[in-house]
């Protein structure tokens, strides 16, 4: 697939296949996370990989934005330490984890874990105190889906200017 296909048919997925995902692919998303780019190449991030199943049952009680993670066959945990922009350096491995995914045949969806439910993960996980946790992405074989449904986007020339603010980019449609 190429990148711009992969990236144009990319969906957020959060039901999946029960079907294992083979130890090669797992380790293709994390090498595809381990050569994204970070700020003044610190890598500060770690990637916990959870297959466990009471583990995963665990994961999708405590995240109550995701508790589809539940049902994931696969579950990796993004942990960011010490830098200065945790949540640039995190998005840009996991979006590339995401991607390679779903060129796999994979689905994921990133799920927000806040306050109290942060605590509960990284006790669960055994993730140091001062590290940060940024997302629990789960993992699984994709449902097939009718083609063009899901969110859709701004229409472009909502989002795009012609060399200043406000002026329309004629090209765009
Ligand atoms: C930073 C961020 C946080 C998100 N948090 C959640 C979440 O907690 N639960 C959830 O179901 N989806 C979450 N999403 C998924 C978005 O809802 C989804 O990406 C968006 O609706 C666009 O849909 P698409 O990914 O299919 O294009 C999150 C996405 C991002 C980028």
């Given at each position: 697939?190429?990148?711009?296909?992969?990236?144009?048919?990319?969906?957020?997925?959060?039901?999946?296949?029960?079907?294992?995902?083979?130890?090669?692919?797992?380790?293709?998303?994390?090498?595809?996370?381990?050569?994204?780019?970070?700020?003044?190449?610190?890598?500060?991030?770690?990637?916990?990989?959870?297959?466990?199943?009471?583990?995963?049952?665990?994961?999708?009680?405590?995240?109550?934005?995701?508790?589809?993670?539940?049902?994931?066959?696969?579950?990796?945990?993004?942990?960011?330490?010490?830098?200065?922009?945790?949540?640039?350096?995190?998005?840009?491995?996991?979006?590339?984890?995401?991607?390679?995914?779903?060129?796999?045949?994979?689905?994921?969806?990133?799920?927000?874990?806040?306050?109290?439910?942060?605590?509960?993960?990284?006790?669960l996980l055994?993730i140091?105190?001062?590290?940060?946790?940024?997302?629990?992405?789960?993992?699984?074989?994709?449902?097939?889906?009718?083609?063009?449904?899901?969110?859709?986007?701004?229409?472009?020339?909502?989002?795009?200017?012609?060399?200043?603010?406000?002026?329309?980019?004629?090209?765009?449609?």
């Open positions: 697939m190429d990148v711009f296909n992969c990236i144009r048919t990319r969906r957020t997925v959060r039901d999946f296949k029960p079907d294992p995902v083979p130890n090669a692919i797992i380790h293709k998303i994390l090498q595809a996370a381990r050569w994204a780019p970070s700020s003044s190449n610190t890598q500060p991030w770690h990637f916990i990989v959870v297959k466990d199943r009471d583990t995963i049952a665990e994961l999708g009680r405590i995240c109550t934005q995701g508790t589809f993670i539940g049902q994931a066959p696969l579950a990796i945990a993004v942990v960011m330490g010490e830098t200065r922009r945790p949540q640039l350096d995190a998005g840009r491995a996991l979006q590339q984890m995401e991607l390679v995914g779903w060129s796999e045949g994979l689905g994921t969806c990133f799920v927000g874990i806040r306050g109290e439910q942060q605590t509960e993960v990284k006790t055994g140091p105190e001062e590290m940060e946790l940024i997302t629990v992405l789960p993992f699984g074989y994709r449902i097939p889906r009718e083609p063009g449904t899901g969110t859709p986007r701004k229409p472009m020339s909502e989002i795009t200017h012609g060399e200043k603010f406000g002026q329309a980019l004629t090209f765009a449609e």
